[in-house]
């Protein structure tokens, strides 16, 4: 993290001036992040200027040509973002300042387009001497690196507390309930169709028999769209939304599946039907909303369902099932058709099917999927066209800059 890897930068780079120190004090550790309603809407600037005023004193700094200055306000910044957010521990300030640790990132990235010195064509840039101003900038952005990662993962294993416990909840628990509410329901609905049309066929039509999908994955589905648009009204990056999603269905996918390898009452052909209806949901919805590749992530979970709606009564079919399930092991295919409950309707599991690919398995094929976060990387910013100077450039005389932006509420006195 940023204490261990840039410690060094912060305890032996170059004092910073005291208007400089006066920004991380007032601006970074009095600033409090604050949290916003679903159906309320902050100004930008509101939500960003502290990245906005930070920028301003990188700005300062390289245009008098203090590089190691900036690195070290900007290592300093980072420390105190970071120390900041552990201690409150908090959704909204993890969210808050994801959004400015971002804009800050996306501001270097304007400053450094505006510098000449620090282009890597510029005479002042070769590599003969390693105190040059885009070996500078090129540290500040590993800093912002860090510190986005700092905030990241914090913020995801918050919300993956919530999101796992109401996805296995979703996907497997409500389906059952809805399926076994049909189910003892079913012969009094079908009495009552042929009792009042003989002529009605309860199997062409009947509503008393007519397949609806579980309506459990909405829940899911809304947990995450809630997530998504307290992003969106802290003005997060589509590129953080982007990862969002993915490492949302990597959860998924890793969670749910785990469940199948573990449960045996979870490997039916019902439920592996009903799983497939809520993943095929979760795929309409990534797609819809612009996060196509987030369901790559749900295959190996599409392929397991689909092994446990395969005929398995012959190793004749083997072969079958090794081209769908391509993504999932030996072990883990073992695994799963050693925990399938047989319906009355269907034909036992062959005992030449499980040994055939019992023999495939190896020593390094893992059962248990991983649940560890795909790998994160800047891939756009923010388009940052200037610097905002929406709040006092002389910080030094005001306690709280905040207070510019937020009136604190006057107490009632009691006449």
């Known amino acids: 993290g940023i204490n261990a890897e840039y410690g060094g930068v912060v305890s032996t780079g170059p004092c910073i001036s005291n208007p400089q120190q006066e ?3 007032k601006v970074v550790l009095n600033w409090k992040a604050p949290r916003i309603a679903r159906n309320a809407a902050f100004p930008r600037m509101q939500i960003l200027f502290p990245a906005h005023c930070m920028g301003r004193v990188i700005d300062h700094l390289c245009r008098n040509h203090a590089w190691e200055n900036a690195a070290c306000f900007v290592a300093r910044a980072s420390f105190s973002i970071s120390k900041a957010s552990k201690e409150r521990k908090s959704f909204w300030s993890y969210m808050c300042w994801l959004s400015n640790a971002f804009e800050v990132y996306s501001i270097l990235d304007f400053i450094q387009k505006q510098t000449p010195e620090a282009t890597p064509s510029s005479p002042s840039s070769s590599p003969s001497s390693e105190r040059t101003p885009f070996n500078f900038f090129l540290l500040m952005r590993q800093m912002l690196d860090v510190l986005l990662e700092d905030l990241y993962k914090p913020l995801l294993s918050i919300v993956k507390v919530d999101l796992e416990k109401i996805a296995v909840r979703a996907l497997l628990e409500e389906a059952e309930k809805r399926r076994r509410k049909t189910t ?44 998504l648009q307290y992003m969106n009204l802290y003005f997060i990056h589509d590129t953080l939304r982007s990862y969002f999603i993915d490492v949302v269905m990597h959860w998924i996918n890793s969670c749910i599946l785990n469940q199948l390898l573990l449960r045996k009452d979870c490997c039916s052909f019902n439920k592996a039907t009903d799983l497939r209806y809520n993943v095929q949901q979760l795929e309409k919805y990534s797609k819809t909303n612009g996060h196509s590749t987030a369901a790559v992530f749900l295959q190996p979970l599409v392929q397991a369902t689909q092994l446990l709606t395969l005929p398995k009564d012959s190793n004749h079919y083997l072969p079958i099932i090794n081209d769908v399930c391509f993504l999932l092991n030996p072990a883990q295919i073992h695994k799963l058709l050693s925990n399938y409950q047989c319906a009355d309707f269907e034909e036992r599991i062959s005992s030449a099917l499980l040994s055939d690919i019992a023999e495939n398995i190896k020593s390094t094929d893992i059962l248990l999927c991983d649940s560890t976060e795909p790998n994160f990387f800047v891939s756009s910013l923010n388009p940052v066209t200037s610097i905002e100077n929406t709040f006092p450039v002389n910080m030094v005389n005001h306690s709280d800059p905040s207070s510019f932006f937020f009136k604190k509420k006057k107490k009632k006195t009691k006449s």
């Open 184 to 227: 003892s329901n079913a012969l009094p609905l079908l009495t009552s169709t042929l009792t009042s049309s003989p002529t009605a066929s309860p199997l062409l039509g009947s509503p008393a028999l007519s397949h609806e999908g579980p309506k459990g994955v909405e829940t899911l589905i809304e947990a995450i769209d809630e997530k």
């Open 23 to 25: 920004v991380l004090d």
